[in-house]
């Protein structure tokens, strides 16, 4: 079964595009559109806090992609109101799988080629990364190597 997860916030985001074009941005559809592409678009990390991981929505990088700024902890239902806003080292968080990814630091073909994390090997600490470029093969990465996509571009 393919994993089409990039294809399918590409054609969210065109959806939302095309629907506030020939709706207009009031219309039900459009604002569906729009709430399906917002909670699409939601990057998800692990962060460790003393001796357990924790889930967080990741909002962006900070200090060149020294640090991440999150949102949490999450808790089920969520509790937006209740939640922090924490500025955390990108070495202590965890993206979740699915999430969207571009590679650095590697060999030339490989850097600035989008992907997402299928599956992380606990045993190595390397993701194994499926790229949008169908041409490229499956990789096995480093966190170091990865920074999460918050905009595809």
Not at 39 to 52: D, G, I, S
Not at 114 to 134: I, P
Request: some cysteine.
């Amino acid at each position: 079964k393919a994993n089409r997860l990039l294809e399918a916030e590409r054609l969210l985001t065109k959806l939302a595009i095309i629907s506030k074009r020939v709706h207009g941005s009031d219309h039900r559809l459009t604002k569906k559109a729009g709430s399906y592409l917002q909670a699409w678009k939601r990057r998800y990390v692990v962060v460790r806090q003393q001796f357990q991981w924790i889930l967080f929505q990741a909002l962006r990088y900070e200090e060149d992609g020294k640090e991440c700024v999150v949102q949490g902890p999450i808790e089920t239902p969520r509790k937006i109101g209740e939640e922090k806003t924490l500025t955390v080292a990108t070495n202590d968080i965890r993206p979740t799988m699915d999430t969207p990814v571009v590679c650095h630091g590697l060999a030339p073909h490989l850097n600035g080629k989008v992907g997402d994390l299928r599956s992380r090997d606990e045993a190595t600490a390397l993701y194994e990364v499926h790229f949008e470029d169908k041409d490229l093969k499956p990789c096995s990465v480093s966190h170091g190597n990865i920074r999460i996509l918050f905009e595809l571009p």
